[in-house]
């Protein structure tokens, strides 16, 4: 009994260091001395500890896994807005975990079913540690969606796992609520330390609420900040586009992970023995062939153009403490990882099917709400398909000033710049143009200047035929471009260029961020010619909107 409780004790140790690792791997302030320091820090875990300290995990876990969740809620996202996964990389996630399940069946004598869901594991948590996190796959979010299940709620796992699913369920729909209040809140606050800090403290609270109502928090907290994120996101909650906030890159917090992990470790002895030592060989032997050959085969994670050694140094951080720290006892019992494994899955689908649809159900209750004493606004069919400009006009990085100039002359009310492969790198409008106040960086002084360069206003005249010979659009235009899909309601439009203060959207075919194309735009005139001519607030019960689409005139 004494063996298996400090078995476990070693298993929570492990997965909260994993946890710490998978975090701090997704951190901007990772670079340089960083990985010298977090790879000695690992070392510790080898070193026998001083004065070992008898830890309240429940609160551990309840502080450490919301927090990190805003990483796994992005990825589940961003997953979703990429191209379906390559053949190729679901065959070679397969044969990865495989073969370590052979080698942990065969060289270290463990059960097979205990040996294969461990290897799933493992094979998920190197995808995730290996692939670009710009482009992350659902193959790399299951490894650690498994370790919060198994650090947060193993009990419930092991004791009731029949019931299990009606709490994760339960939590589900908890969060799902609380995510769609939390963005209607946030809405109301000003941006800054405010909303950030509500933004993180919906999730510890789905997560208690999760938890007193005896349902799943890991799976309340998860939901809640997966539908903040997304659903926010799409109300337009964050102006530059960029999700606030992301705890890991701040240098104060990254620092404290850092911290932490360093006293996880030093709490955690492990001794090394050949047999681990075999295992850690073995194993990075098979990651290092799966990339190796996922660079041949030209899958999504390990492309060729990303560097092979950053990649196996990534991987090699998180399957090396896997391998050798995880307790060998707990893989004789393998219920909590098969439960964790299903939950895992089950919280992917659900975000890869669900999410959608749950954001169209939260706009159609929003556009419940907006009514007038003639009759509601007929929003409700209308997609920004039906309305967008198709004849856009658009430009190139390299297109002179006295060009676009031109162009607004000719009515257009913003400009989008794209790339050769047209995806949207920018936008210019009319105040592009003209003079600015501009801030000078870490102060609160201002100027005003043409074209990022100060000038006065008297000098107008003459400075700006000058210049406008010379400057292009790379140097004036915005380089953050709202966006929205042609899917996407006309109504949930109108709500992010108010929330913005934008005239105009560009149609994208998804995440530009990921690759989305240029399809057209969607602006604040036309919305209100298409209400004007349609007679949207007749308050005589009227048919199906016409959903023509309505080019440029």
């Not at 796992?161 to 963005?183: E, K, M, N, Q, W």
């Not at 606004?377 to 198709?390: E, G, P, Q, S």
């Amino acid at each position: 009994m004494k063996s298996w409780s400090l078995a476990m004790n070693l298993l929570e140790h492990t997965l909260i260091i994993l946890l710490l690792l998978v975090g701090l791997l997704n951190s901007r302030v990772l670079k340089g001395v960083w990985w010298w320091i977090v790879g000695i820090i690992l070392l510790l875990a080898f070193v026998s500890p001083v004065y070992p300290i008898s830890l309240p995990w429940d609160w551990i876990a309840g502080i450490a896994i919301p927090l990190l969740f805003w990483y796994a809620a992005n990825s589940l996202i961003n997953s979703r807005l990429q191209e379906e996964t390559k053949v190729a990389d679901f065959v070679l996630w397969g044969l990865m975990a495989l073969v370590i399940t052979l080698m942990l069946w065969k060289a270290g004598g463990f059960p097979i079913v205990a040996a294969l869901l461990f290897s799933l594991l493992i094979s998920s948590i190197v995808w995730r540690a290996a692939e670009d996190e710009r482009k992350p796959s659902y193959l790399g979010q299951i490894g650690p969606l498994m370790l919060a299940y198994l650090l947060a709620e193993i009990a419930p796992l092991v004791e009731a796992p029949d019931r299990y699913h009606i709490a994760l369920i339960g939590g589900a729909v908890l969060g799902s609520l609380t995510g769609f209040i939390a963005v209607h809140i946030s809405d109301r606050l000003p941006a800054g330390w405010k909303r950030n800090f509500f933004s993180i403290g919906q999730g510890y609270f789905a997560y208690v609420i999760g938890l007193l109502t005896g349902f799943s928090g890991v799976a309340a907290s998860i939901t809640s900040i997966v539908v903040y994120v997304a659903y926010g996101a799409r109300r337009g909650l964050w102006e530059t586009g960029v999700v606030q906030p992301l705890p890991m890159n701040n240098r104060p917090l990254f620092a404290a992970a850092v911290a932490a992990l360093a006293f996880f470790a030093w709490q955690t002895h492990i001794p090394l023995t050949p047999n681990l030592l075999l295992d850690l060989f073995l194993g990075l032997g098979i990651v290092v062939a799966a990339i190796w050959i996922g660079r041949l085969v030209h899958t999504t994670t390990f492309r060729e153009d990303r560097s092979f050694i950053n990649i196996v140094v990534r991987a090699g951080f998180l399957l090396a403490p896997t391998l050798l720290l995880w307790p060998r006892q707990i893989l004789l019992e393998p219920e909590p990882l098969l439960i964790a494994f299903v939950a895992a899955v089950a919280t992917t689908y659900a975000a890869h099917i669900g999410l959608t649809p749950l954001l169209n159900l939260y706009q159609t209750l929003n556009e419940a709400k907006i009514q007038t004493k003639g009759g509601a606004y007929r929003f409700n069919a209308l997609l920004v398909k039906d309305l967008m400009v198709t004849d856009a006009q658009k430009t190139t990085p390299d297109t002179k000033v006295q060009v676009l100039i031109d162009l607004f002359v000719e009515g257009n009310e913003c400009i989008p710049v794209v790339d050769k492969e047209n995806q949207p790198v920018g936008m210019v409008t009319e105040e592009e143009l003209f003079l600015k106040e501009t801030r000078i960086p870490r102060s609160g002084l201002t100027y005003t200047a043409l074209f990022c360069e100060q000038v006065f206003p008297e000098e107008l005249a003459e400075v700006y035929v000058e210049k406008s010979k010379k400057v292009v659009a790379a140097d004036i235009m915005v380089e953050v471009v709202p966006w929205v899909l042609p899917e996407n309601r006309v109504s949930e439009a109108i709500q992010m260029m108010v929330n913005l203060n934008r005239k105009c959207l560009v149609v994208t075919s998804k995440n530009p961020k990921f690759g989305g194309k240029f399809l057209g735009l969607i602006t604040r005139s036309q919305i209100i010619r298409f209400i004007s001519e349609e007679k949207i607030l007749d308050s005589q019960p009227a048919g199906p909107i016409n959903s023509e689409s309505r080019q440029r005139s």
